[in-house]
């Protein structure tokens, strides 16, 4: 899936910065190819629900501010995700934007709320340990564990990212830095690229409390992005997914029914494809060829 990604990407961007972050534990890359098309590559340790997706965003947005590799915008994706549009067409509309970043980002208390009240207590407001992982059988049959969480304000109990409990901690959250949350996907514009770098290395106690958290990544950045009054933020993150047969918070897997539908969203990108659907890959690419 990564060569498909990564040639897409290559040929409507020529001059684009790649930079591939591969999960130490994951398959084995073609690296003489990647390099061959101009990517950079660093191995790092992957997680799912973990701080470890904030860990290597930040370290990608380090590699560029500290290396002097300035770009225009700063795009994150998966291997899963996929352009629904000529990329010369993102870029332009990117070139276009008046803002400096790109994402989905709400308040987490209020109408527009991502998530409910509880979640949003649950996972950010505890001090949570990582027990073990589980399979997706073990997590259908301990689901009913969470119903703790209701019972009693003390201790949470959650079986989405393995198996985690959690304790009250001290937030730091407050009127002068409100908590937000959203998508973890985002495109970022140079300012935004630099104001994040900076608040990292003078707030380490920020992000050390994010660590602790579910689900980090959907409010790291967008809690310090929110907070920051100079920056402008669009709150789109530019991403199509259906989230309507949501299983353990995962989107649905698209096929080439479900492309139409997103090419008409407006969005940039897609997600998620199955690495063995074929016709969809064939479709996208004529999509995406114009």
Not at 9 to 38: C, F, K, M, T
Not at 139 to 157: D, S
Request: charge should be negative; glycine fraction near 6%.
């Amino acid at each position: 899936v990564y060569k498909r990604q990564v040639r897409t990407l290559r040929e409507g961007s020529p001059d684009a910065l790649i930079h591939l972050s591969h999960d130490v534990s994951g398959s084995a890359l073609d690296e003489g190819e990647l390099q061959s098309l101009g990517v950079f590559i660093d191995f790092e340790q992957g997680g799912y629900g973990d701080f470890s997706h904030v860990d290597r965003h930040l370290n990608v947005i380090r590699w560029l501010v500290e290396g002097e590799r300035r770009v225009d915008w700063l795009v994150n994706l998966t291997g899963q995700d996929f352009p629904v549009m000529p990329v010369s067409e993102i870029e332009q509309e990117l070139a276009d934007s008046d803002a400096d970043a790109l994402l989905e980002v709400r308040p987490v208390y209020g109408p527009d709320a991502p998530w409910p009240r509880s979640r949003v207590h649950s996972r950010y407001y505890f001090h949570h340990k990582r027990l073990m992982p589980l399979s997706p059988r073990s997590k259908r049959v301990l689901r009913g564990l969470q119903v703790i969480n209701r019972l009693q304000p003390h201790v949470r109990v959650h079986v989405s990212h393995g198996l985690v409990v959690g304790r009250p901690a001290p937030a730091p959250f407050g009127p002068d830095f409100r908590l937000h949350g959203g998508s973890a996907f985002m495109s970022l514009r140079w300012s935004a690229v630099e104001y994040l770098h900076a608040y990292a290395e003078a707030n380490p106690e920020v992000l050390e409390y994010f660590r602790w958290t579910i689900s980090p990544v959907e409010a790291t950045f967008a809690t310090i992005l929110a907070n920051a009054p100079e920056l402008r933020l669009e709150n789109d993150c530019k991403r199509y997914f259906d989230f309507s047969q949501s299983t353990f918070g995962h989107p649905k897997t698209l096929g080439v029914d479900d492309l139409a539908q997103a090419r008409a969203s407006g969005a940039h990108f897609a997600r998620k494809f199955s690495a063995d659907d074929d016709l969809v890959y064939e479709a996208l690419r004529e999509m995406v060829s114009g």
